[in-house]
């Protein structure tokens, strides 16, 4: 019977430093490197992107056909993100995107809105898959085609635009986002 209790204990000890190092692994495995981490950029001042300006007004639906309008969000600070599922650095970036929702959502009064590029090559069925196997509950709006995102520019996904409660454009950035770097960016807007 000891043996048995002994061999438990043991059996125990294996299977839990077994997940801490699984858990690294995972944890190791989601990190985004220094050199692929998101550069903030200049924003554009011939189309009216430059910092302090509005951010350009839109309505778009999500997977459930709900309309969801930017300037309906006033008041609270809105990161939006272009992405795409086929693009590797914003898969990269999505469980970070939601660890940094679920955990500061309230704390930072900031709402993500993922804008997703259905025109490029997406399958709705995709990104709902895409969206369910990350447990994303962030709002995301599909574009069918390419008004909001010519409206912002879009030249390199992932781009995240930091706006502020009053609506307007404070920072672009391009690349992937950690949870580190999202709150870092979010907490120095009003």
Not at 13 to 34: C, H, N, P, R
Request: with cysteine; hydrophobic share 40%.
């Amino acid at each position: 019977m000891k043996k048995n209790i002994g061999l438990i204990i043991v059996l125990a000890l294996v299977i839990t430093m077994v997940g801490t190092y699984i858990k690294k692994e995972l944890d190791a495995d989601q990190k985004i490197s220094e050199q692929a981490m998101g550069k903030e950029v200049a924003l554009d001042e011939t189309v009216g992107l430059e910092k302090g300006n509005l951010a350009p007004d839109f309505t778009l639906s999500n997977l459930q056909g709900e309309p969801l309008t930017l300037s309906d969000l006033k008041g609270k600070r809105v990161v939006l993100n272009f992405w795409a599922t086929w693009c590797p650095p914003c898969e990269a970036e999505m469980p970070h995107m939601q660890k940094y929702y679920e955990q500061y959502k309230n704390e930072d009064n900031v709402e993500i809105v993922g804008v997703n590029l259905t025109y490029a090559r997406e399958k709705v069925e995709r990104v709902e898959t895409f969206l369910k196997s990350y447990d994303i509950t962030f709002p995301i709006v599909l574009e069918p085609d390419e008004s909001v995102a010519n409206q912002y520019r879009i030249l390199t996904i992932p781009t995240t635009f930091m706006i502020d409660t009053e609506g307007r454009v404070q920072k672009k950035i391009e690349g992937p986002l950690d949870l580190d770097t999202l709150r870092e960016n979010v907490t120095q807007l009003n």
